[in-house]
């Protein structure tokens, strides 16, 4: 668990198929990537792409996205070092494997996490990432592309944390930055990274919401994706968007709030959690002390702000 992190997709719009003159241009960052050779994947011809920082393993065919996925991941990881004040990225690239099917990608499994390949074979549409891998495959029907392409750049978060951070965020916040980056604008013209842009999670949001189905905060932060994962696909989903609107809620509702997210990542990159968690109250969760030192030490007053942003932007239908 503390390694390994997944990611459920939902059914949503995609890219619209295009005739090869209106193509998705890469997206609006330039990683320098080149086509280095082919690939093969037990047989399936493939191709391994390089950027900056990623190394791509696919047997996907799709231009729309063999174009956008190299500057998506980028984009994905400037957006990590851009939370996090003086992150450093180095070492050797991270590794993306996207295959063309999820038998292709089962078989991936096995490969890379042979003991976990039962459980993670139950995920449905979606992927995972270890050791700063992550196993994808295309899960959007023919002439689409979004669920593929977001599912990449949330991925590509916890790449980046499981190699580059000292120290493990709490799930919650693991989870909620990282289906952040699946906001993208998809137009002729290209992919576009945003952040503040998941209409998926934005309806399911909603759904919660009227539902009267948000998680209070005291308790949410306790859950993670492998217990939801066990109740149910239903809970998964909803796990995710609580996840998203949390994230989203501290970082653009508050500057207090947004301050302690960069702190709180600049602290796990650098190893220095240990002597604050140390000094929370005792008999509080790790979960807890990690709101209660970086965020706001009141929870409930901050579950109440939270709750009231999750109504004011659903009722608002902002995405």
């Given at each position: 668990m503390r390694s390994l992190w997944l990611a459920l997709s939902l059914a949503c719009t995609g890219c619209a198929a295009t005739s090869s003159s209106e193509r998705p241009a890469p997206a609006a960052v330039d990683p320098g990537w080149t086509e280095a050779d082919t690939w093969d994947f037990l047989g399936h011809s493939g191709r391994r792409i390089y950027t900056e920082h990623f190394e791509i393993r696919t047997t996907v065919d799709d231009p729309r996205i063999i174009n956008a996925l190299p500057g998506l991941l980028e984009a994905s990881l400037d957006d990590v070092v851009t939370l996090t004040p003086g992150?450093?990225?180095?070492?050797?690239?991270?590794?993306?494997?996207?295959?063309?099917?999820?038998?292709?990608?089962?078989?991936?499994?096995?490969?890379?996490?042979?003991?976990?390949?039962?459980?993670?074979?139950?995920?449905?549409?979606?992927?995972?990432?270890?050791?700063?891998?992550?196993?994808?495959?295309?899960?959007?029907?023919?002439?689409?592309?979004?669920?593929?392409?977001?599912?990449?750049?949330?991925?590509?978060?916890?790449?980046?944390?499981?190699?580059?951070?000292?120290?493990?965020?709490?799930?919650?916040?693991?989870?909620?930055?990282?289906t952040r980056m699946e906001g993208l604008r998809i137009s002729a013209a290209g992919v576009e990274p945003d952040p503040s842009y998941n209409p998926e999670r934005w309806r399911r949001l909603r759904w919660l919401v009227y539902g009267r189905r948000l998680q209070p905060l005291r308790s949410f932060i306790e859950d993670d994706p492998y217990s939801a994962l066990d109740r149910g696909r239903e809970s998964l989903l909803d796990y995710y968007a609580q996840a998203w609107a949390l994230a989203t809620f501290l970082l653009e509702a508050d500057p207090a709030t947004r301050a302690?997210?960069?702190?709180?990542?600049?602290?796990?990159?650098?190893?220095?959690?240990?002597?604050?968690?140390?000094?929370?109250?005792?008999?509080?969760?790790?979960?807890?002390?990690?709101?209660?030192?970086?965020?706001?030490?009141?929870?409930?007053?901050l579950d109440a702000r939270f709750q009231n942003w999750c109504r004011q932007r659903v009722r608002g239908r902002r995405r």
């Open positions: 992150l450093k990225i180095t070492g050797t690239p991270f590794i993306t494997y996207l295959l063309a099917d999820k038998r292709q990608w089962r078989n991936a499994v096995r490969i890379v996490v042979p003991t976990m390949a039962d459980q993670l074979h139950n995920l449905g549409r979606g992927g995972f990432a270890i050791r700063g891998i992550s196993v994808l495959y295309d899960i959007d029907p023919e002439g689409r592309c979004r669920d593929t392409l977001a599912l990449a750049a949330h991925e590509a978060w916890h790449q980046v944390t499981q190699r580059t951070f000292k120290d493990h965020l709490p799930v919650w916040i693991e989870e909620g930055l990282a302690g997210i960069g702190r709180l990542l600049a602290d796990a990159a650098a190893g220095n959690m240990g002597t604050r968690l140390r000094s929370g109250p005792r008999g509080m969760s790790r979960s807890a002390k990690v709101m209660w030192a970086w965020i706001d030490p009141d929870i409930d007053a």
